[in-house]
């Protein structure tokens, strides 16, 4: 299933949609709308969406729309890669710390397979006792941070990630 993305085209067989990629990652992925557009704008884009569509059909582009409203901006990169991408992102950390200058520099591999796509989002991270933020932006990121200290991505657990050890 995970090969597959949210919106399968190539499916043609409604009941074969019925799967845990569609509603554990649909699921996850409206968890993260939430954490990405804030609650306000979440539950009043939900409670637009529901008195535009209610009683009648809706498409997920639907959806969108109403969110963008809700949110005052374009989602369109959130929901082109979440829907549309097959699997999640698979994150390989690494990281060194320059005793000299106090800094570590974070790297970020995205490893999942190349026809999976790759992801840009903003990823929280906690390096040592502090809450940062690492701008995900393709297959490779580097981010610095002053001050060392182990790295923990997604503490909360709030984005669909797999986070892998280093190739050996």
Known sequence: DVDRPVID????????????????????????????VGDSAFFRGLRDYY???R???????????VMEQASGRSLQQFFDEWLLQPGYPRLQLTSQCDS???TLTVGIEQVQPAEWGAWSFALPAQVGGSAVTIPLSGRHTTFRHAGCGTVVLDPRRDFLIEVVPPAR
């Open 100 to 102: 000299a200058s106090n």
């Open 55 to 65: 009683d009648s059909t809706a498409l997920s582009s639907d959806f969108a729309a």
């Open 9 to 36: 085209t190539a499916q043609h067989d409604l009941f074969a949609l019925l799967n845990r990629n569609n509603y554990q990652k649909g699921a996850l992925i409206l968890h993260m709308l939430r954490r990405e």
């Open 51 to 53: 008195a535009t569509f």
